[in-house]
């Protein structure tokens, strides 16, 4: 059995990077397409985004609801379980005819959850868009599924879960989470708490409820982008959705307390894995306008990329790990900065950490290297 240690710090300083990244960005220097923004009366946004693409374009229905809002006791894993759910159809639309439609006009269909939102997505040609409105707009309005179909789902779910624990990474993944956030609900990921997920299928009349709280057109952006055109695909949308009645019940998320000290725990993986090191550091929520997040997303190549002197040292010419990578999460809630190393040499664990601290601690000193800095910088399209 190996032990995998990880580390929730306190918040990361970006120090002089910040001040290095925070200069002037104009809309237009980096999203080159027109937006087309519009709220309709039942508080239903639809943003559509024309561009050429050879008769092609992309169908999102965003929900704003993810793990995050799962703050019942014992009621997580729901946000994640309608991602499948949303896919067994409705009266009109039954699956198998849903199934038959997508399949019919070649589209891409998908979904995934994180812990701000649930995303479902169709990639298609433009000629079919009508087709897709109509069909998409009705599941997210009238979806319907008998309790055999929610108790089959519901152990789907299950049997997911269990898949993604024989990976270390989201063993691991699992038990920072649980460390690092004491009382909000990013406590959990998206897949929820097992015990809660084992109980899942005696929850059928709670299902109901999450759907009629969750999915109301004030909580779900529809976003378009392609070969459109704007005031008819615009008109379009308020045909099919503009008789879908609000209700969205906003969820009450608790407040992570600051941290004030580090917290430090080692998680058992009952596979086989070399020692993994996971280092949380606190960020504030995502601000589009506020340059910490430029700095945060620089110093993740300046500090942990591949051409970065942490980089070299431990994986190339010291080779103690197998790879060492920096991830910022751009969360609707404070949520983490994450470094991840994997290390070949279980005696080495607490050595890697402590190269990780001083680099951290290079940075909230030191200048960066400025054509370092622009290169990445041009990269990013800053």
Do not use: C
């Not at 929730?8 to 104009?26: D, M």
């Not at 309709?40 to 965003?62: F, K």
């Not at 038959?100 to 479902?120: P, Q, R």
Request: charged share 25%; glycine share 4%; proline share 5%.
């Amino acid at each position: 059995m190996k032990t995998i240690p990880i580390r929730t710090a306190k918040t990361l300083l970006f120090a002089l990077v910040l001040l290095l990244a925070a200069l002037p960005v104009t809309a237009e220097s980096i999203f080159p397409y027109p937006v087309h923004n519009e709220v309709l009366d039942n508080g239903l946004r639809v943003i559509l985004v024309p561009m050429e693409s050879n008769g092609l374009a992309s169908y999102y229905t965003i929900v704003r609801t993810g793990s995050r809002d799962e703050y019942e006791a014992n009621r997580t894993g729901f946000a994640h379980f309608f991602e499948h759910m949303m896919f067994r159809g409705t009266e009109r639309y039954p699956a198998e005819v849903y199934n038959g439609k997508v399949t019919e006009i070649g589209a891409d269909a998908n979904a995934y959850t994180t812990d701000d939102l649930t995303a479902y997505y169709l990639n298609i040609a433009a000629s079919d868009l009508e087709t897709v409105m109509d069909i998409e707009s009705d599941r997210f309005q009238r979806l319907a599924y008998a309790k055999e179909q929610f108790e089959t789902e519901a152990g789907a779910v299950y049997g997911e879960y269990r898949m993604n624990r024989t990976n270390p990474f989201f063993t691991l993944y699992e038990g920072m989470r649980e460390v690092a956030f004491t009382e909000h609900t990013y406590g959990h990921t998206t897949m929820g708490y097992e015990e809660d997920i084992k109980i899942m299928p005696t929850l059928y009349d709670y299902s109901l409820s999450f759907f009629e709280r969750h999915y109301r057109p004030e909580n779900i952006i529809v976003f378009i982008v392609g070969d459109i055109e704007v005031e008819p695909t615009m008109e379009m949308a308020k045909q099919y959705y503009g008789a879908w009645q609000q209700g969205y019940v906003e969820p009450t998320i608790p407040v992570e307390p600051e941290q004030t000290e580090e917290r430090r725990v080692e998680v058992e993986y009952e596979g086989s894995s070399l020692p993994i090191v996971w280092l949380a550091y606190k960020t504030p929520a995502f601000d589009a306008a506020d340059p910490t997040y430029l700095a945060a997303d620089l110093l993740s190549g300046l500090a942990f990329g591949q051409t970065s002197d942490l980089y070299k040292k431990l994986v190339i010419e010291e080779q103690v790990v197998e790879f060492i990578q920096a991830n910022l999460n751009y969360n609707r809630d404070p949520g983490t900065f994450d470094v991840i190393a994997r290390v070949k040499d279980p005696a080495k664990v607490d050595y890697v950490i402590e190269q990780i601290d001083q680099t951290v601690a290079r940075y909230q000193t030191e200048a960066a290297d400025e054509q370092r800095l622009a290169d990445l910088k041009s990269r990013r399209k800053f």
